[in-house]
């Protein structure tokens, strides 16, 4: 039986693509200031109801992020394979695929959600446990959406 070699390289060659091609990180720093307008007008919508839908908006904000690095996956993956790779060409493509990326950020915040849920009944450190766990195996979910195309709950069992 043979053991599987993890090649680290890899992100050591990957920094140089990353700083020649600065656009990739625009999705999730548009990401980060949609995050802080709602962070700092949710008490605002949701102060009359007790701050009810600050977890909703938090969570479409975590939709956001996950829909964001999708599209960083794409120009990443693009940029990766020697091609010509634009912000552009990224977000057409992302457009295209939208569905399907967000059905899998859905589905992965359920997963995780249900996770941590579970955790505050069993300990909250069973509770981290099972977070890690459940990012530790759905790590591939949204880059099987945004690269490999697939709808959103293939993507959650790819």
Known sequence: MRSARIDVAVYWRSIPLLLRHLSILAMPAC??????????????????????????????????????????????????????????????????KAGGIVLAAIGFQFVLYAAAYLGTLLGPVIGVTLQLIAAFFLIYTIPAAAIGGMPGSLAISA
């Open 31 to 96: 990401a980060g200031v949609i995050d802080w307008a709602v962070n700092e007008t949710a008490p605002y919508l949701t102060g009359a109801m007790g701050g009810l839908g600050t977890g909703l908006l938090q969570m479409a904000v975590q939709i956001v992020y996950l829909f964001a690095f999708g599209v960083a996956v794409i120009q990443a993956n693009t940029v990766w394979r020697g091609r010509r790779a634009t912000f552009d060409d990224a977000w057409e493509e992302a457009r295209h």
